[in-house]
């Protein structure tokens, strides 16, 4: 096992959650409470990292990232820093990867909501952003908290977008899973079976756990 | 003028008829509106509308000199900035929070000292005292209805707005709570629009009735005035009950009740909840007219009666009659021309005692 690997990945998928916590949330109740008829491209394009190659994602943001690309160039200009193959262009690709695993259950909750408790909230005085922390989040925790345990898990297993944006450096962009194709390209298979190992232990774990939240969220 | 609410607006919808709303209402003191009508015909969007949850396409909305809604400025206040009270027909209650923290929600402002006594006050005079810590799903439909209505009424808004109030409770209980609710609406002193489909309802809520079909008011008074003089034919068939005079209970006698009506008194199965003053409902296809008398028959109420108007309505003929009260009685054309009637005719009116409607009603 290789810890430099194991901190790294733990570092990425918890600033990818606070990250999909903070933009997911809105746009997903953007996305649940509109009426507005073009809705279904804004959901399209946040459901396309579900069907898209990895590799097809990371490709076309490698290619905008780069010292020409329109990622790239807004990049360097405001900050000063590249891109590619650092950890801030990981982080990047993992948050687009990620949306849907963070939005699409959050809007489910709110969509599944009934909107009268929203409203008889409006109409006992109580501004629109007061009723969303009073009313709506704590009856739609169950959704969020699975949309938040769904996007660190499948941070922590990320494997093609990372490999595209930000290659094999050890201690920058070398997560678990691709210190796994590393090891088997070693030939190292103790060390690959040790970390696959732990990996399937913590995903069937986090599966339980979100499985055992949407029982509740039905339950209540 | 300034004291008025006052809402003229259209809203359109692509598979339902146009809500056109041509509504004032005085708003001093206390005073129930009801909206009758059809379900589909726009009640609820209407109240919707009034309390900023929908917004209409045209028109305004003005309360006490204030626009709540106007389209040509593109004025619209929020429900928040209306200061009314909305009660949802399935209440709406906050399934999260315990009946104290549903009652205080709309209270934040306040201090907590201040808040913790007005909600004290509500739970007292709503019988709900010792329910405090209770969740919604642990209440009764009654007193679910009872919460909801208190968190209403705590934060004191100046316009109310029922949605079926009573739709939601079994049968026995609606009955039971009909005379208790205008008492409790009348101790606030808040003016209420509310909405029902059910004609007791309205009669045992209201002081004045709209009548609306088809997305429009077709008619609005005073439940004396809409139900006794529907202003078509088809209204008069939509409020079903072409008599409603006030009375009052005079005796009791073995489950039936002498009611002195106008100048006049008949006999009536008594009501079930023990109340003097009630209005009497008959319906019109219950009065039959006769001649003169021809011997016993088991009609208990026989009056003499002057016709005062008869009005041809299709196959029927509408025959408003004076026998000490206003008595409205549809009988077929053959049987007016049998009996050759015409206005100022002297005729006897038989209503059976168990056709005689009794609905409590308070002052």
């Known amino acids: ?220 | 003028m300034t004291t008025d609410l006052v809402a003229r607006f259209q809203k359109r919808f692509v598979r339902s008829a146009t809500i056109d709303i041509d509504f004032v209402q005085s708003t001093t003191g206390f005073s129930v509106t009801a909206l009758i009508g059809p379900s589909g015909c726009g009640k609820t969007t209407m109240l919707r509308c009034l309390a900023g949850l929908t917004r209409p396409d045209q028109g305004t909305i003005q309360f006490r000199g204030r626009t709540w809604f106007d389209s040509t400025t593109k004025t619209e206040l929020s429900p928040q900035q209306r200061d009314i009270g909305f009660l949802f027909q399935d209440y709406a209650l906050f399934p999260h929070l315990t009946v104290e923290e549903n009652i205080g929600f709309g209270l934040r402002h306040l201090t907590d000292a201040e808040r913790r006594s007005r909600v004290t006050e509500i739970l007292k005079q709503f019988d709900l005292k010792g329910l405090e810590r209770r969740l919604p799903r642990q209440l009764s439909g009654g007193q679910q209805q009872r919460v909801a209505l208190g968190r209403v009424l705590v934060r004191k808004p100046k316009l109310l707005l029922l949605d079926e109030p009573l739709s939601a409770l079994d049968a026995l209980l609606r009955e039971q709570l009909r005379g208790e609710l205008r008492q409790i609406l009348a101790d606030f002193g808040t003016p209420v629009i509310l909405i029902t489909h059910d004609r007791v309802e309205a009669i045992s809520l209201a002081d004045r009735v709209a009548v609306m079909s088809a997305g429009r008011i077709e008619q609005i008074g005073t439940i004396q005035e809409v139900f006794t003089r529907p202003s078509n034919a088809s209204l008069a068939r939509l409020v079903g009950v072409e008599t409603v005079a006030p009375g009052e209970i005079v005796d009791t006698r073995e489950g039936l009740a002498t009611v002195s009506v106008g100048s006049a008194s008949v006999l009536a199965v008594a009501p079930s909840t023990q109340t003097r003053l009630v209005h009497v409902c008959i319906k019109g296809e219950d009065v039959s007219l006769c001649r003169e008398l021809t011997g016993p028959t088991t009609v208990r109420n026989q009056l003499p009666a002057i016709i005062k108007s008869l009005t041809p309505e299709g196959p029927l003929v509408r025959v408003v009659l004076d026998c000490g009260f206003e008595l409205t009685s549809l009988i077929t054309r053959p049987a007016s021309d049998d009996l050759q009637l015409h206005v100022g005719k002297c005729v006897t009116a038989m209503i059976k005692a168990p056709a005689i409607h009794l609905i409590p009603r308070s002052v």
């Open chain 1, 1 to 220: 096992m290789e810890w430099g690997a194991v901190w790294l990945t733990m570092r990425l998928a918890l600033i990818v959650t606070m990250i999909l916590f903070a933009l997911g949330l809105p746009l997903a109740y953007w996305l649940a409470m509109t009426r507005w008829r073009g809705r279904f491209l804004v959901e399209a394009v946040v459901a396309l990292p579900l069907v898209l190659p990895p590799t097809v994602l990371g490709f076309y943001l490698l290619v905008a990232m780069g010292p020409h690309g329109p990622l790239g160039l807004v990049a360097n200009r405001l900050f000063g820093i590249r891109l590619p193959f650092t950890f801030t262009g990981i982080l990047i690709g993992a948050v687009l990867f990620n949306l849907p695993f963070a939005v699409r259950p959050f809007a489910a909750a709110f969509a599944g909501m009934d909107r009268k408790l929203i409203e008889a909230s409006w109409c006992l005085g109580v501004s629109r952003f007061e009723t969303f922390c009073r009313i709506t989040l704590p009856l739609c925790w169950p959704g969020i908290l699975t949309g938040l345990i769904l996007t660190f898990a499948h941070t922590v297993g990320e494997f093609g977008v990372v490999l595209m944006v930000g290659g094999n450096i050890p201690g920058v962009t070398r997560t678990l899973s691709i210190s796994i194709y590393d090891s088997v390209q070693g030939l190292d298979y103790a060390s690959a079976g040790q970390t696959a190992s732990v990996l399937l232990a913590f995903s069937f774990i986090v599966l339980c756990v979100t499985q055992w939240l949407g029982q509740r969220g039905v339950a209540t």
